[in-house]
Structures are given as structure tokens and as C-alpha cells.
């Protein structure tokens, strides 16, 4: 079945350095993608969405310059984070959409990725 | 703005019986598609159950079923004969444009 891949699932960096996870859909296109960030015991919370060709769309508090999203082709969204600081110690999360005639969209998620900043 | 609330932090249920998790959500949209989402440790986000707002018929998986009230805007889950499988961290979640806003969850304990 469709399955979207998340790399790296670690990373640690240092702070001021900048760092670049990818979110990649194996076996269908997804024009569209979207970004989450999960802090401990907290919920998921949108940050932008990434869409294939044009400027990805920022949620409000979510500063567009710090986290980068690249969306250059239909099988993959990167999302850079620069200038890391450890307060953007997190766990990020993709999810991709593939199109479904009957059932609608089917939203797949990625394995997700911890990112601590030291 | 949408809305998701989870009023429940934390649950319990006996290994066999059955447990409900609540969630209520704000909307103004007429059709929309809600969702609950488990999450173990490993931090996977899995479907559970997906609901169409346009259809009044109660979605059911398995041993998940939900009672979807939308003039109450209320869409709870019920886990029919726990197992220990299904503790977890789990997640209401609103859908209109695909993009899903989640509620805080509900941290679901299963003991034998």
C-alpha cells in the first residue's frame, strides 16, 4: 500500500546550525503535504502546507524564514529548520494525501522525526 | 475558527470490557470529515476511524465504533473489548481541506 517516508526519524544538532528533514510518498504523487510539531505529552499541531511547485502556507505564529518547506517534486517535501535553537526541540511529523475517486482523500503519515537541538 | 476538545486526559479500561473517549468540535462548515487517530510510544500516527459528516450512519471497525451526534457537534469512540494492544495516546482530529486539527488527546491505560 501507499506509504509516506520520514528521514531522518533522529537528529541531533547543534544550536545555530540548520537541519533538513525530508518527507517522501513511495508510491504516489502527492501534490500537496503537511507539516506537524509535536511536543512532548502535547497534540499535533499543523505548521504549514506544502504545496508541489509553489510556496508552501504558513499557519499564524509559524515564522516562514526559520522553518523552510521545499516542495520540488510530487514525491517530496523537505522541511528545513535554520538557525536551530533548543527550544525547537521536537518532534516533526509529514502527512501526504493521495487522491481516492470513491473514498476521497487518504491521509498517510510519515514514521515522524526527533529533532534535538543542543 | 475550528475547534477539537478532548475532555478527558487520561483513561482507564479492564483488559475485555469496554471504554468510550469523548470529543466535541467547533465548526461552522457543513460537511467535514473527523477522525481518530492512535499513537503509541513509537509515535506512529494510526487510523483508527474516519467519519463523513454528510453520513448519519455511525461509522464501525472492527471493534471501534463511534457515536456521531452533529447537531451536538460530538464524536466519541468506543473500544468494545479492550486489549492491551490498544493503550495508547489517542487523538480526535477535524478534516474540511485535508489539513487535521487535533485535539489533545486522550491517554488510554489497558490493565489485564
Known amino acids: 500500500g501507499a506509504v509516506v517516508s520520514q528521514h531522518p526519524s533522529r537528529v541531533i544538532c547543534k544550536s545555530g546550525t540548520s537541519v533538513k528533514i525530508e518527507c517522501r510518498s513511495l508510491d504516489f504523487q502527492a501534490t500537496t503535504m503537511f507539516w506537524y510539531r509535536q511536543f512532548p505529552k502535547q497534540s499535533l499541531m499543523l505548521m504549514a502546507t506544502?504545496?508541489?511547485?509553489?510556496?508552501?502556507?504558513?499557519e499564524q505564529g509559524v515564522e516562514k524564514d526559520k522553518f523552510l518547506i521545499n516542495h520540488a517534486s510530487l514525491t517530496l517535501s523537505t522541511l528545513t529548520v535554520t538557525s536551530a535553537h533548543p527550544e525547537d526541540s521536537s518532534f516533526y511529523i509529514c502527512s501526504a494525501h493521495e487522491a481516492d475517486r470513491v473514498f476521497g482523500n487518504t491521509i498517510y503519515f510519515g514514521e515522524g522525526s526527533w529533532l534535538t537541538v543542543v | 475558527a475550528q475547534t477539537v476538545t478532548q475532555s478527558q486526559p487520561e483513561m482507564s479500561v479492564q483488559e475485555a470490557e469496554t471504554v468510550t473517549l469523548s470529543c466535541t468540535y467547533d465548526?461552522?462548515?457543513?460537511?467535514?470529515?473527523l477522525f481518530w487517530y492512535k499513537q503509541p510510544p513509537s509515535r506512529q500516527m494510526i487510523l483508527v476511524i474516519r467519519?463523513?459528516?454528510?453520513?448519519?450512519q455511525n461509522a464501525t471497525e472492527n471493534r471501534f465504533s463511534v457515536n456521531f451526534q452533529k447537531a451536538a457537534k460530538s464524536f466519541s469512540l468506543k473500544i468494545s473489548d479492550s486489549q492491551l494492544g490498544d493503550a495508547a495516546m489517542y487523538f480526535c482530529a477535524y478534516s474540511v481541506t485535508d489539513k487535521l486539527i487535533f485535539g489533545t488527546g486522550t491517554r488510554l491505560q489497558v490493565f489485564p
Open positions: 465548526t461552522s462548515e457543513s460537511d467535514y470529515y
Open positions: 506544502s504545496n508541489e511547485g509553489s510556496k508552501a502556507t504558513y
Open positions: 467519519q463523513e459528516a454528510y453520513k448519519q
